[in-house]
């Protein structure tokens, strides 16, 4: 069954530091990683996508790394701020046939003073 | 460049109604795609159509329907609603196939349907 798992499921940070979340996958064949950013009452925003041949992609202070053999991909988010408290869902995309897109449930991110 | 527009924001029905929602894409955008996102299962795909044709669907009961039209606005449509269809309702709208290899998604804002 094609799975993308997202760990941890929340997190909380002080403004200013990094942090990292993670995203493992079982779905086959693989096509491509996406991660996006949703804020609360609001539609999920692009911050990332990688295909099979790459293994890091940065956005500002936001920098996804993808090891395709071990099927894991992270985001590391940089000097955080009160404005990256959000949800942050890891999205994986198939070649072939069939559901297109599997997403990971999600992360919730909430950074305080 | 105006982005994804969705409406109804919000709405409330009641079980055994039915329910349509709107998505208008980013013009010249030909793919809208449909999630379904809820607290536990998170976001779910629906279906896809791009010039006018369903071209990949979910698993999900016909109850969930969708059409597109030539202006490339797309319309779903829940039939005899059940409580657990209360979620967000999500569309994306993207220049080709959502299974085109590395293709952005801009997703609208949402709707979110309650059903009591």
């Known amino acids: 069954k094609n799975q993308v798992e997202q760990s941890p499921q929340s997190l909380i940070i002080l403004e200013g530091k990094n942090c990292t979340l993670q995203?493992?996958?079982?779905?086959?064949?693989?096509?491509?990683l996406r991660w996006y950013k949703q804020d609360t009452g609001r539609g999920p925003v692009s911050l990332t996508i990688?295909?099979?041949?790459?293994n890091t992609k940065s956005n500002g202070r936001y920098t996804a790394t993808l090891d395709a053999d071990t099927k894991q991909s992270s985001l590391h988010i940089t000097a955080s701020q009160l404005s990256d408290s959000a949800s942050y869902i890891c999205?994986?995309?198939?070649?072939?046939?069939?559901?297109?897109?599997?997403f990971g449930t999600g992360t919730q991110l909430k950074v305080e003073l | 460049k105006a982005g994804v527009t969705q409406t109804p924001r919000y709405l409330i029905k009641t079980r055994g109604q039915q329910v349509t929602l709107s998505c208008s894409p980013i013009?010249?955008?030909?793919?809208v795609s449909w999630y379904q996102q809820t607290p536990g299962q998170g976001l779910q795909f629906l279906f896809e159509?791009?010039?006018?044709?369903?071209?990949n669907k979910g698993n999900f009961p016909g109850r969930f329907s969708g059409r597109q039209f030539s202006n490339s606005r797309s319309e779903m449509n829940v039939s005899t609603l059940e409580l657990g269809d209360s979620a967000l309702y999500l569309c994306?709208?993207?220049?080709?196939?959502?299974?085109?290899?590395?293709?952005?998604?801009?997703f609208g804002a949402g709707s979110r349907l309650t059903v009591l």
């Open positions: 159509y791009f010039s006018e044709t369903q071209r």
């Open positions: 994306a709208s993207s220049p080709r196939l959502i299974t085109t290899g590395a293709n952005v998604l801009t």
């Open positions: 999205v994986v995309g198939l070649t072939g046939g069939g559901n297109k897109l599997t």
């Open positions: 990688m295909t099979f041949s790459e």
């Open positions: 995203c493992n996958y079982t779905v086959s064949p693989f096509s491509n």
């Open positions: 013009s010249g955008h030909r793919s």
